[in-house]
């Protein structure tokens, strides 16, 4: 099976200036991940989806972070105005199942944005 | 507050030699943990999980130990082999408690030495 797309790969911006990565997940799974791994730590989640609906975005900071997964399938993070703080890997990824023993996450290879 | 602690950065082995990393969790809430691979430049990978209903989970070379009362596990790679160096990152979740999302620790980078 075609594993989790994201793209693009690597993004370089300035500060004050926006940007958006896009993912496609796995044919079929319906719960969609987005995670922040800054350099040095754990992948942090920003916000999840179960179809095209949120289920909890409760880390994301909704003041310059937004997430849409529209008709359910692919998936859209944008933030605007970046800071450098945002300087990070973000992680896609989704699941079959959630909240099951056997339904593991499955990431993609991820986004690299590097604020200046 | 950090409720997965991975709290050895790195770890080097010698090929063909066990491999133990080691995780502790603050959360008696968590009943459902993983472990993760990652390669330089690709997403993390699932490699086992335990339930908190059993205290060890076998696939291959890999093991994972827990012991609930020490709030601590880990994997165990034996033998250890160079296509095993990458960074492993715990991470548990809270299934029967409101599914909440896994929890990350900061990885530990294993280097298996030829």
């Known amino acids: 099976e075609a594993g989790v797309a994201q793209s693009p790969r690597y993004k370089i911006i300035e500060k004050r200036q926006s940007v958006a990565f896009w993912c496609n997940p796995i044919?079929?799974?319906?719960?969609l991940y987005w995670y922040q791994q800054i350099l040095g730590q754990g992948p942090k989640l920003l916000i999840q989806?179960?179809?095209?609906?949120?289920?909890?975005d409760s880390q994301l900071p909704k003041d310059r972070f937004s997430a849409e997964r529209l008709k359910g399938v692919d998936s859209t993070l944008k933030i605007q105005p970046a800071k450098l703080e945002d300087s990070a890997v973000y992680l896609c990824?989704?699941?079959?199942?959630?909240?099951?023993?056997?339904?593991?996450?499955?990431f993609g290879n991820g986004t690299r944005l590097t604020v200046t | 507050d950090q409720q997965v602690k991975q709290n050895s950065p790195s770890l080097s082995v010698q090929e063909g030699r066990i491999s133990i990393l080691n995780c502790d969790y603050t959360n008696s809430m968590f009943d459902y943990f993983l472990w993760y691979k990652k390669y330089p430049a690709e997403g993390p990978t699932f490699l086992i999980s335990?339930?908190?209903?059993?205290d060890k989970n076998e696939d291959g070379r890999f093991t994972v130990f827990l012991n609930k009362s020490a709030k601590h596990l880990s994997l165990h790679i034996v033998p250890s082999q160079p296509g095993d160096s990458a960074v492993y990152f715990c991470a548990a979740s809270a299934l029967n408690s409101g599914n909440t999302p896994l929890v990350f620790g900061k990885g530990t980078r294993l280097s298996v030495i030829a």
């Open positions: 044919s079929g799974h319906a719960t």
């Open positions: 990824a989704s699941s079959l199942v959630p909240g099951t023993y056997n339904s593991p996450l499955h």
């Open positions: 335990i339930s908190s209903i059993k």
């Open positions: 989806f179960q179809n095209n609906g949120v289920v909890d």
